[in-house]
């Protein structure tokens, strides 16, 4: 009987040699250094083209504000002092946008807007946001693209959050009356500013 359970207990030792044995072998072959053939091929690639990024009619606006009132609050000047939205409008319609340093559109699109500031004079009210840089970075941009049109200061990013803004640069179209009355997200070319300009500022 101790020669049965000696020869049982061999052969389950051996059993157990042989299997990690094989296990061993398997991760061999498998480990070979070559990472292709480790990871499956994925069945569906995603893309994502910048100029999906780029369309203002596509773009990304947190919310649908179009059709509420604008926020009435404080805003620091980056000149000094401090105003309202409704102070710089004055009465006129107004276009609002959002930029920021080191937002490549921004730069890109400051220029159109400056040229459609020219174009209405003093028709249409325009001021720039600059949202959470320095006034020194504000400064910098607006001098290298031409703006001259009044410049405000979001510190602290609540008045992007109060036009609930997720992109850059955002822009925003009031009524005289404070409504918004269009909202784009994206850079903005000169023809497309004066196109929604036309369409819902001017009568």
Not at 87 to 111: I, Q, S
Request: hydrophobic share 45%.
């Amino acid at each position: 009987m101790r020669r049965s359970l000696v020869a049982g207990t061999v052969a389950a030792v051996v059993a157990l040699v042989v299997a990690l044995a094989a296990v061993a072998g398997v991760l061999a072959v498998t480990d070979d250094g070559d990472d292709d053939d480790a990871l499956p091929e994925p069945e569906v690639e995603l893309t994502f083209e910048a100029e999906d990024a780029e369309d203002p009619d596509e773009g990304l606006i947190g919310g649908e504000v179009t059709g509420t009132r604008a926020p009435d609050v404080s805003i620091p000047l980056l000149d000094g002092g401090s105003t309202t939205l409704a102070e710089l409008a004055g009465g006129r319609p107004m276009v609002v946008n959002f930029f920021a340093n080191w937002c490549v559109p921004c730069r890109e699109e400051l220029p159109a807007f400056q040229a459609v500031h020219e174009r209405y004079g003093d028709q249409i009210a325009f001021v720039g946001i600059s949202v959470q840089e320095s006034p020194d970075a504000a400064r910098a941009l607006l001098e290298e693209t031409g703006v001259t049109f009044p410049a405000g200061r979001d510190p602290s990013g609540d008045l992007s959050l109060r036009f609930e803004v997720v992109n850059m640069p955002s822009t925003f179209l009031l009524a005289a009356d404070g409504t918004i009355v269009d909202s784009a997200s994206g850079a903005l070319t000169e023809g497309q500013l004066l196109s929604r300009i036309q369409e819902h500022l001017l009568p």
